[in-house]
């Protein structure tokens, strides 16, 4: 943060301190939510716990995208997580929870595209960094990043899919 403080007009710095929020969200709302103690309503803590997950992986291809400069990520980055990840939130969680109630399956369907999706993601981001960086010396910042981010998914769509046994 004093960093970027320092130094406001470096774009790549605004980028990665927005990953940094929108995971240290991310961790917060999955270890608050859900909470039977808490006066919200169940669906909407899931609703939260699941969002902030889905919005910091649709955040990893724009974050390449922008930083990295990885054009063969724009369509990915502006339209296909709206496509895969955004939109199979908001029809199975947002609307098919409530209306169904039956979490277990809303995971499960709601999952499967994005999971998919994941898989092309880090298939396609990186083929990306291997062309921008091919017989460059200057990869090392760009896969340890993308190591990252592969850890991060995987995590994230295991941690999603451990979730229901909680509750049983």
């Known amino acids: 943060m004093v960093l970027y403080l320092q130094n406001p007009a470096e774009k790549n710095r605004q980028?990665?301190?927005?990953?940094?929020?929108?995971?240290i969200i991310y961790n917060i709302a999955g270890g608050l939510f859900p909470d039977p103690e808490l006066p919200i309503s169940l669906n909407l803590q899931i609703n939260l716990a699941y969002?902030?997950?889905?919005?910091?992986?649709?955040?990893?291809?724009?974050?390449?995208?922008?930083?990295?400069?990885?054009?063969?990520?724009?369509?990915?980055?502006?339209?296909?997580?709206?496509?895969?990840?955004?939109?199979?939130?908001?029809?199975?969680f947002c609307i098919g929870l409530p209306l169904l109630g039956d979490l277990p399956a809303t995971i499960w369907y709601g999952l499967a595209i994005p999971l998919v999706y994941a898989i092309y993601l880090i298939v396609i981001i990186f083929l990306s960094i291997r062309k921008k960086f091919e017989g460059s010396q200057n990869s090392l910042e760009a896969i340890l990043t993308y190591s990252a981010a592969v850890l991060g998914y995987c995590c994230q769509f295991l941690a999603m899919s451990m979730l229901p046994n909680l509750w049983k």
């Open 15 to 23: 980028y990665y301190l927005i990953l940094l929020g929108l995971l």
């Open 51 to 92: 969002g902030t997950g889905f919005v910091m992986g649709a955040y990893f291809p724009y974050y390449f995208y922008r930083v990295f400069e990885l054009d063969d990520l724009r369509w990915n980055a502006r339209i296909g997580v709206w496509i895969f990840l955004i939109a199979p939130f908001l029809l199975f």
